[in-house]
């Protein structure tokens, strides 16, 4: 028998660029405060530092450009979160706070334009910790979002450094969604190449390191109904699990520190399907289980997954697996309609 394409897909890994950014209205503008400037047809520069960052379409903040785009993809909902350069860490706290405001109210306006297919994750300042968990109340509280998005990293701390717990805390308590993306990755001076293997290689090895650090440090033994995704498939941790194991067995140090397997650990994180590849995902699957992968496609972005679902329904899986990566994970994940994990 077969299978009737899906277009019920939840992309849990789309993001929006503002059509336009304010001025800063303290008393200094920081030096990487972003703008925007006119380029080409219907796109425009994002400028950070006075240099261009990159150059991006209004898809980034059209929604009914967006919603044209859905079907194609076998998306019928699409989770937006902010570019990740834009959660501008480095930034004095009180400035990283006023620009998350604004993406976030901007994120809400293009939610509100198509409430139901379109889902918010909020950008905070988590070079503040106090600032960023107040900044997550008002999103889930006063905005609705589903949860937040947070780099891989906060300035080279990896998320989970022991000073992230209290807004881990606050995650759980408020039951947000937490959607760890690739930010100024380690190791770019190991490269040899253009810039944009920053995104092709160095994505990846950030986010395996991150999810790693969530494993040893134990967050979800402490904080057991936290849900935490990681981009790019894990990226590098489904080759880092297996070592993870076996040194959990052979070395006394990481014994005591683990207080369970790492294996065990892993199986409780989520992780997105962007990685190009039916095999690869295949293999994420066996490693992780079926029920902890969900749609992602870096929309609208020029390397994004043009076919997410289609992709999916290529790899050989079951129909019960493949309803559960194209939207029933997503559905836990994001507790839509009060199903949580």
């Not at 929604?63 to 076998?74: C, E, F, H, K, Q």
């Not at 000073?163 to 190991?190: I, S, Y």
């Not at 990681?230 to 005591?256: C, D, I, N, W, Y």
Request: proline letters at 7%; a negative charge.
């Amino acid at each position: 028998m077969t299978r009737q394409p899906c277009a019920c897909g939840i992309d849990v890994h789309a993001h929006v660029v503002p059509e336009h950014f304010p001025r800063y209205i303290g008393a200094r503008m920081p030096a990487s405060w972003p703008s925007m400037v006119p380029a080409h047809e219907c796109h425009r520069h994002v400028m950070i530092a006075d240099k261009v960052y990159r150059t991006v379409s209004d898809k980034c903040w059209s929604p009914s450009r967006r919603l044209a785009d859905l079907p194609a993809m076998g998306v019928s909902q699409q989770v937006l979160s902010p570019m990740p350069e834009l959660l501008s860490y480095w930034f004095e706290p009180a400035d990283g706070q006023q620009l998350c405001r604004w993406l976030n109210n901007q994120t809400a306006a293009m939610v509100a334009e198509a409430p139901g297919t379109f889902i918010g994750l909020a950008a905070v300042p988590l070079q503040d910790i106090d600032l960023a968990i107040a900044e997550l109340e008002h999103a889930m509280q006063v905005l609705g979002f589903a949860g937040v998005e947070i780099g891989s990293n906060v300035n080279g701390v990896p998320v989970g450094h022991k000073r992230f717990e209290p807004f881990f805390a606050a995650c759980e308590a408020l039951g947000a969604a937490v959607f760890v993306h690739a930010l100024k990755p380690t190791g770019m001076d190991r490269l040899v190449g253009p810039a944009s293997l920053q995104q092709v290689l160095a994505y990846p090895s950030d986010v395996g390191l991150a999810a790693a650090s969530v494993i040893t440090s134990n967050l979800l033994l402490r904080h057991p109904a936290l849900r935490i995704a990681f981009s790019h498939g894990g990226g590098t941790l489904a080759m880092l699990l297996p070592r993870l194991q076996q040194g959990f067995g052979v070395f006394p140090a990481l014994k005591e520190q683990l207080q369970a397997s790492p294996a065990e650990q892993a199986a409780k994180l989520f992780f997105d399907t962007l990685v190009f590849d039916t095999t690869t995902l295949r293999h994420l699957v066996d490693r992780f289980g079926a029920s902890q992968l969900m749609v992602g496609t870096d929309y609208p972005f020029n390397f994004h997954d043009r076919t997410p679902v289609a992709r999916i329904e290529a790899a050989g899986f079951d129909d019960a697996t493949v309803q559960q990566l194209v939207h029933g994970n997503a559905q836990r994940f994001l507790a839509l309609d009060g199903v949580v994990a």
